[in-house]
């Protein structure tokens, strides 16, 4: 270690050699010594031993410029105070990234990489298998985020079978999963704290569907979960049995019947009788509705259903009891009346009586009298 002001005085030959030593030995170094040159010059290099910085003389030789910082221990060094690029490695000028030339990889000293991604997808991290096996990797990349995210590993390796989870705020930690299905075979599974569970009202058959014991109800609730309408069993059901939904919503006000196997379907509400306003002139009566006819102002005409069903009702009342002198027509719009295919006339003060549809040849048959 030796500094040197690298002037060679004229002197005689032993004292010439040692001195011309110093000089070389200074060169070697690069002036290595805990302390500056005693003389210096624009440009010069000079290794301080006692911060283990290296520096070098600035082009109006009054100062140092620090190139780089030397760990002697860990035999590593830190550039510092200008950019550098160095086989496309670039250093900011402040030596805090460590960054590729092209900008894809960026080493930070506050405690992370970067990895840039490109036009159509995010960053991504590769490890590849081992070269006698191929050259195949595994990747980790960055999807379409809106804001940073940090995810933080365990402080340790989790136990065999054992699977990572997160906290939601990026904190990831070892969970065991479940090792099978709770309750009994054939139960419904549902979350129960976190949990598997059943329960033995809640089953499941491969050959039925979900099967819903004890008279537990199926629950059906509106927009806003604040009230629901609810399915049960009766509490005796004499004999199983099952209700198949018809395969179309059906019409205004028609009713769901049963064919007596469990088969549904909308028909017009004929099982009951739905009584209009009193009518005093022409008039088409629904199936399953009841007329009030009034014939007090003159004869009318109250005419059957065009297409009606089996068992389709209609019911006419005399509402004056002037049937007998202003007759009440029915007519049979295309469909036969008692066999017949002529309108009804009705003449008989106060009667009352009700039309039946059975078929295409006997058409509306009078079912009270």
Do not use: C
Not at 221 to 248: E, Q
Not at 293 to 311: D, E, I, M
Not at 333 to 359: M, P, W
Request: proline letters at 2%.
């Amino acid at each position: 270690m030796a500094t040197h002001d690298y002037v060679i005085a004229n002197q005689g030959f032993p004292a010439f050699r040692s001195d011309l030593n110093s000089a070389l030995a200074a060169i070697v170094s690069t002036n290595s010594n805990g302390s500056s040159p005693s003389t210096t010059y624009a440009y010069q290099l000079w290794y301080d031993t006692g911060t283990n910085k290296w520096k070098m003389r600035n082009a109006d030789n009054d100062a140092w410029i620090e190139l780089a910082t030397f760990n002697q221990t860990n035999d590593t060094v830190n550039f510092t105070d200008s950019a550098a690029t160095v086989a496309g490695i670039s250093t900011s000028a402040s030596a805090t990234v460590l960054t590729l030339a092209n900008g894809s990889v960026a080493l930070n000293p506050a405690g992370f990489v970067s990895v840039g991604g490109a036009a159509t997808q995010g960053g991504e991290i590769r490890f590849l298998e081992d070269t006698d096996a191929g050259s195949n990797y595994v990747a980790l990349r960055a999807g379409t985020i809106s804001s940073n995210v940090t995810f933080t590993l365990p402080i340790a390796d989790g136990s065999s079978g054992q699977f990572l989870k997160t906290d939601g705020s990026g904190t990831l930690a070892f969970a065991t999963a479940s090792t099978g299905a709770a309750g009994s075979n054939t139960q419904v599974q549902y979350n129960n704290s976190g949990s598997f569970a059943g329960d033995a009202d809640f089953v499941w058959s491969a050959g039925t569907g979900l099967i819903i014991n004890s008279q537990k109800e199926l629950r059906l609730t509106d927009a806003d979960d604040s009230a629901y309408i609810g399915l049960k069993s009766h509490a005796t059901v004499s004999g199983s049995y099952t209700l198949t939904m018809p395969a179309a919503t059906g019409s205004a006000n028609q009713i769901l019947v049963t064919d007596g196997s469990g088969n549904l379907s909308f028909t017009d509400n004929s099982g009951g009788t739905s009584w209009a306003a009193v009518k005093t002139s022409n008039y088409t009566a629904s199936a399953g509705e009841g007329v009030f006819a009034n014939t007090t102002s003159g004869s009318f005409t109250v005419t059957l259903p065009a297409s009606p069903t089996l068992g389709d009702e209609v019911s006419i009342v005399d509402y004056a009891g002037t049937f007998d002198t202003n007759n009440l027509t029915v007519g049979r719009n295309s469909q036969k009346i008692e066999g017949s295919a002529a309108d009804l006339t009705v003449s008989i003060e106060r009667a009352g009586f009700t039309l039946v549809f059975t078929d295409s040849t006997q058409g509306w048959l009078l079912k009270d009298k």
